[in-house]
């Protein structure tokens, strides 16, 4: 998901507010990201116009779109 937004990690985590170590652990699939974090991290990534390429739909791994 951070990739779609074309920004690196430490200033996707700047701009929604997430520990860059979280981030790296949800990146390296060491931990997963909380379904709903995904959802609302999508909706204001797509919201916000931030999206310089497109995600895919559904059907994907929630937590490998952590990245």
Do not use: Q
């Not at 990201?33 to 991290?41: E, F, G, N």
């Amino acid at each position: 998901m951070r990739e779609s937004t074309g920004l690196n990690r430490k200033d996707f985590c700047k701009l929604v507010h997430i520990p860059y170590r979280t981030m790296t652990e949800w990146e390296l699939d060491n931990r997963h990201a909380p379904d709903y974090v995904l959802r609302l991290l999508e909706y204001y990534i797509r919201n916000e116009g931030l999206m310089v390429k497109e995600m895919s739909e559904g059907g994907g791994d929630s937590e490998k779109e952590a990245t």
